[in-house]
């Protein structure tokens, strides 16, 4: 294995994000569940979550960090007999999941830290998941002959399931330059991405060999069914380095369905526009353009999927697909409606992508229209973003202080000469280094969500430990904000929000005999005031007890035992 101690920093944010994902995502499952709600979101979160535990799982491995590996290897074992309907998602299962995230993020501490000796016991963790699953034991545990055989049935299976119309079968070829360095973090991360995009049937070397970092080779060989069209493809794998050639073959059909049947088939542009408060605006999205692949080709969708699913949207409301089918408009329209929440459907004959877009930005219109002129033309695209230390940043935004302070003396020293080219000079610098000090403060703001999105995991198992019911909720998780606030805004954040659940809400029975409902309420809120960001803590609890302030302030010896006898509710409050 080559060193990777370069990308350890990649790693370990990549990891965090993922932790992140999989615990908001089974808190949102859990809700679902608890309302009842639609089976084909549970799934799309189900898999959300798979998909998440098996890169950690692979990425760990790759990077050497086998201890974090074996531990999201065994999550993903439950996750597995979750998404194949042998164990229900109960608070229970939740709990097993959070405790296995938090055992791992031990362990990434430990990691960064420089104390990768430092054992995290995971064993009852093992156990707990062992007992759940009764007689299915691990993958790990079984003979490797019939993990073969139920993998090659799984994938059989899978690919005998999906309609013609909801994919295009590919063989895809990945070939890597001969002097390519870490072929086999590369080959794992391009089959991460193939599996997000559509089913990989089979794989050249076996899937095995390059899930556990041990590729070797030049070229991979994949099989996969996907919507998407050879050029997006391409694109995906394109954004790999080192990548010298990718050869994209569409594995023609024993039966076509056009051929000979007399039916024409129509091509669509239908822009959707969803509505602004949607929940779950990623997965309903995902929801309509599943169920348009089913009545036809999908050529191209704008944004692409997986902004989609992050719930990037144009103008935060609307996303645009081009459509191959024999369907009607009015048929498509029914077919769309029928999802809860969207507000709007639009359909144009054609492609009418660049028009329906319109303004969108002069980058997506570069990435619409007519495909590569040749399928063997291949533009090699360098990726437009790169990752920086922060403290550069903070060292760039001193030298601009530094600018600023010896502006001000030449200003001084120009009017004392009355050189006027000079001040005309010297303002003109004055307002380029403005510019220059906004775009550094604009490179720092970072999105709320980078705090907020830890806080969900925390509040229910504080809850759950205290035996509370809570609806935690967020809003504004996408407000920016410079990054030394938000550093300092988390530990703040904690304290507040385990107050709120530990003395605001109540319990439920105490709830109940309030006449309040039993569940309680939760809300971390950010939002835009004029020039100022607010982050507001709200909970429909008991609210603060005047009386414990006093006490706790004259523990503290703030005030004295009379002073506390004399204050009014109000004042205490205000200690």
Same mark, same amino acid.
């Given at each position: ?90 608070? &229970? *299962?939740?709990?097993? $999941? ?6 791992? =993020?031990?362990?990434?501490? +430990? @990691? !960064? ?118 050029? &997006? *493809?391409?694109?995906? $794998? ?6 010298? =050639?990718?050869?994209?073959? +569409? @594995? !023609? ?323």
């Amino acid at each position: 294995m080559e060193d990777l101690s370069q990308y350890l920093d990649e790693f370990l944010a990549d990891a965090r994000d993922r932790i992140d994902s999989i615990s908001n995502a089974v808190i949102t499952l859990e809700e679902i569940v608890k309302k009842g709600g639609d089976e084909r979101e549970k799934r799309y979160l189900i898999d959300q979550v798979f998909r998440d535990a098996h890169t950690l799982k692979g990425t760990a491995a790759t990077m050497g960090f086998m201890e974090l590996s074996e531990t999201a290897h065994k999550m993903e074992n439950l996750l597995d007999a979750v998404r194949n309907e042998e164990i229900e998602v109960t608070p &229970e *299962i939740v709990d097993l $999941i959070i405790d296995f995230l938090d055992a791992i =993020e031990k362990m990434i501490y +430990n @990691i !960064e830290a420089g104390a990768r000796d430092k054992n995290v016991d995971v064993s009852l963790l093992f156990e707990r998941v062992d007992k759940l699953l009764g007689k299915n034991p691990p993958k790990s545990e079984i003979s490797p002959q019939l993990e073969s055989k139920k993998e090659t049935d799984k994938k059989e299976n899978t690919v005998k399931s999906v309609p013609q119309t909801n994919g295009n079968i590919y063989n895809i070829k990945v070939i890597f330059h001969e002097d390519a360095q870490l072929k086999n973090v590369r080959a794992f991360l391009i089959l991460t991405d193939l599996e997000e995009i559509g089913e990989v049937s089979n794989t050249l070397p076996e899937r095995t060999i390059i899930e556990d970092g041990n590729f070797t080779g030049d070229s991979l060989n994949f099989t996969v069914i996907t919507s998407l069209p050879p050029e &997006e *493809i391409k694109k995906k $794998i394109m954004r790999h380095p080192e990548v010298k =050639e990718i050869v994209v073959e +569409n @594995i !023609e059909k024993e039966e076509s369905e056009n051929k000979d049947s007399g039916s024409n088939i129509n091509k669509y542009t239908i822009k959707i526009t969803v509505g602004k408060d949607t929940p779950l605006k990623g997965v309903r999205s995902f929801l309509v353009v599943q169920d348009l692949e089913k009545i036809g080709i999908i050529e191209k969708i704008v944004p692409e999927m997986n902004k989609i699913e992050k719930e990037e949207l144009i103008d935060g409301k609307y996303f645009t697909v081009l459509l191959q089918t024999k369907e009607e408009k009015e048929r498509i329209k029914q077919l769309i409606l029928k999802h809860p929440n969207i507000e709007n459907v639009e359909i144009f004959e054609g492609n009418k992508l660049n028009q329906v877009i319109g303004q969108y930005s002069e980058k997506s219109k570069m990435s619409i229209g007519t495909p590569s002129s040749s399928n063997n033309e291949r533009k090699v695209k360098i990726s437009k973003m790169i990752k920086i230390d922060v403290l550069y940043l903070d060292n760039l935004m001193n030298l601009v202080g530094e600018l600023v302070i010896n502006k001000g003396r030449l200003e001084q020293i120009a009017e004392r000469l009355g050189d006027r080219e000079l001040l005309e000079a010297l303002s003109t610098t004055s307002h380029l280094m403005t510019e220059l000090q906004d775009e550094i403060m604009e490179m720092r703001l970072t999105p709320v969500a980078e705090v907020f999105n830890k806080f969900p995991r925390m509040v229910r198992k504080l809850a759950r430990e205290l035996g509370k019911e809570i609806e935690f909720k967020m809003e504004g998780s996408n407000i920016e904000v410079d990054r030394t606030i938000l550093e300092k805004l988390g530990d703040v954040l904690v304290h507040l929000l385990r107050n709120a659940v530990d003395h605001g809400i109540e319990a439920p029975e105490e709830r109940i005999a309030k006449g309040k409902p039993r569940t309680g309420r939760v809300e971390l809120i950010a939002k835009r005031e004029k020039s100022h960001i607010l982050i507001i803590v709200k909970d429909d609890g008991k609210g603060i007890d005047p009386e414990k302030v006093k006490k706790k302030a004259v523990e503290r010896g703030l005030i004295s035992p009379e002073q506390a006898a004399e204050m009014r509710p109000e004042d205490a409050i205000n200690l």
